[in-house]
């Protein structure tokens, strides 16, 4: 189930050009954080890997679909993708309805759907609230019920659109539990994310977009500790790279356990 | 360029030690028996740059709501205690006379688009517009608080066809060419890239300090706060657990386990310490500055 992004553009119908040429290679089962200043492209990238936009010009396929020739529903067998705002996602009277539609509607079997939407509301911390409105929890809870409806989908390719956006820090250690978890599961996970110590901590692979470019793509390591280039784009390293630079630390740290480590060693 | 600014605040005629005022103050929402906020007494002096930290569902918008007036004049409810404001008491004074006194930018700009102006232009100055400012006076302040949050590009776009990081700074700027003695602020740069986020809090760090107006701002990003905030007051469960300087609530570990959580500094420090490489005695950093210092000492 890889993904393949071939010279992708995109101009909005108002004429504004979003993506210009980009090119990206996501094999299965990588962890991969897309980061960068608004408006550089970031969430309009993430929207033609599950169709709901197509490109301009360009290819995208999705385990050898091509994405202009398959329905966002069809597309959705392989890609579940979480809304930045969950307002824009959610629509059910409960969270258990919100929760189950996504699988019922994939065609799984009823006992597969009540054991996936139980494992997914587990996952966020919400399986006390199965039966409330979702307008009646706290807006960050809501955003959790819109990342349980897509875990539920139990899809190879999951991509969430600012996770942890409002999120307390009990909220974000939640949903880096989640990506563990989904990489444990061999999975592909996608995350755009302006929390940089969160994308050191939980993604391998760490994609740097500005102006609707790439401006580098490699390991999270080597690429966020290039301070000056993330300037660029209104990023800057992880607070613990920060600190062991200054203190003339040679290898750069992802981790409050690796930068102990490093640190000792010294 | 801000020379309008010197009537700000000054304009008032009053100086008031302690601008903003709780005593025993609880409330609770209609339809709910739990109270959001519990027994909070609290004062904070004209001028001060302070931050608000908690878990969800600690009460802290609740908090931020009970500052602004709109507990309880929009959510209604039961407000027990007394909240005042440069010396006027909320409870007792209708919401319309508190809007030029308190600003309050929402958690979510969305909601604070008046929805009835077509350019960004004119959503700033909407706010003024029915506070009776002159004509003049509304174009200089928009033009000026455009510049501070850096939006003069989107001064002819439609405000609800942006993103939500650009909404963001178009709501601060409404609400600050208001001039407001006293800035709430709920989570107003969540939407907003890394080093946005840290130039628009530090804008309206220097609105505070030069002209003494009062912020009180609701922010999860420890870090920002650790370094430029005067006093953080963390909330858990409706009351207040901890208040006072950055580096003593963030450093307390009573505190991080009750939803405030600590910064990388203080997470590697207290790692350290628990490998047993962090000198007993020596205070846990929380900012960059600290970490630095104190890591160095430490080896």
Redesign the interface.
């Known amino acids: 189930m890889d993904l393949s992004i071939n010279s992708l553009s995109y101009t909005y119908p108002s004429g504004v050009l979003a993506l210009e040429d980009i090119s990206l290679q996501i094999a299965y089962g990588e962890s991969v954080a897309i980061v ?4 550089a492209g970031k969430t309009t990238l993430v929207k033609h890997l599950n169709g709901l936009l197509k490109p301009s010009s360009g290819k995208i396929q999705v385990g050898g679909w091509d994405t202009a020739d398959h329905s966002v529903a069809e597309l959705a067998i392989r890609v579940g993708y979480v809304f ?2 969950p307002d824009d996602q959610l629509f059910q009277s409960t969270v258990w309805s919100e929760v189950i539609f996504g699988p019922k509607n994939l065609g799984k079997a009823p006992d597969q759907i009540s054991e996936l939407a139980n494992a997914a509301l587990q996952a966020v911390g919400l399986n006390t609230s199965a039966q409330k409105h979702p307008y009646d929890l ?4 809501r955003k959790m019920v819109a990342l349980a409806a897509v875990l539920a989908m139990d899809t190879p390719i999951v991509i969430m659109d ?1 996770p942890t ?8 250690q939640m949903v880096g539990q989640v990506v563990e978890s989904l990489k444990k599961q061999s999975k592909t996970v996608i995350t755009i994310t ?1 929390d ?2 969160f994308c050191a901590e939980h993604f391998e692979r760490v994609v740097v977009m500005a102006q609707g470019r790439i401006l580098i793509d490699g390991g999270a390591r080597e690429v966020l500790s290039q301070t000056e280039t993330l ?1 660029q ?4 390293p ?3 790279m ?2 062991a630079e ?2 003339g630390m040679g290898t750069m740290p992802l981790t ?2 690796e ?2 480590a490093y ?2 060693l ?1 | 360029m801000l020379y309008w600014l010197s009537a700000w605040v000054c304009g008032s005629g009053k100086t008031l030690n302690e601008i903003i005022s709780l005593q025993q103050v609880t409330y609770t929402y209609p339809g709910t028996s739990t109270p959001a906020i519990k027994n909070i007494s609290l004062a904070i002096p004209a001028g001060q740059f302070c931050a608000i930290v ?4 600690a009460g802290k918008s609740t908090l931020a709501y009970t500052i602004a007036g709109f507990v309880p004049h929009f959510y209604h409810g039961t407000l027990q205690g007394e909240v005042s404001v440069a010396g006027i008491k909320t409870s007792s004074t209708p919401i319309h006379d508190l809007v030029s006194l308190v600003g309050l930018v929402f ?2 700009p969305f909601n604070q688009i008046s929805g009835t102006k077509f350019t960004v232009r004119e959503e700033i100055a909407f706010g003024m517009e029915n506070l009776g400012i002159p004509r003049d006076e509304m174009a200089a302040r928009c033009e000026a608080m455009m510049a501070l949050v850096d939006i003069n590009e989107l001064a002819e776009r439609f405000p609800l066809g942006l ?4 909404m963001q700074r178009v709501v601060i700027a409404s609400i600050l060419a208001m001039q407001p003695q006293i800035l709430v602020l709920d ?1 107003p740069t ?8 840290r130039e628009v809090l530090a804008a309206i760090r220097q609105l505070s300090s030069q002209h003494q107006m009062t912020v009180l701002i609701i922010e ?1 990003k420890l ?1 920002w706060l650790a370094a430029y905030a005067d006093r953080i007051i963390a909330l858990a469960e409706g009351t207040i657990i901890a208040d006072g300087s950055p580096s003593d609530v963030l450093s307390d570990e009573t505190v ?1 386990e009750r ?7 203080t ?2 420090a ?3 310490r628990a ?1 047993g ?1 962090w000198p007993a005695g020596l205070k846990l950093p929380v900012t ?1 500055e600290e ?2 210092e104190s ?2 000492a430490a ?1």
């Open positions: 960068g200043q608004n408006g930045q705002n706290f807006a960050s809870q600012e956006t409002g999120q307390d820090y009990s909220g974000t302006h940089i110590d300037a784009t209104y990023v800057e992880p607070q613990l920060r600190l200054h203190l409050a356990d930068f102990v640190w000792s010294r | 908690g878990g969800n569902g958690q979510n993103s939500g990081g650009q989570e969540s939407q907003l890239d890394p080093i946005g986020s999860h870090e991080w939803g405030v959580g600590l910064t990388r500094y997470l590697a207290r790692q350290a490998e490489r960059l970490a630095i890591f160095q080896r």
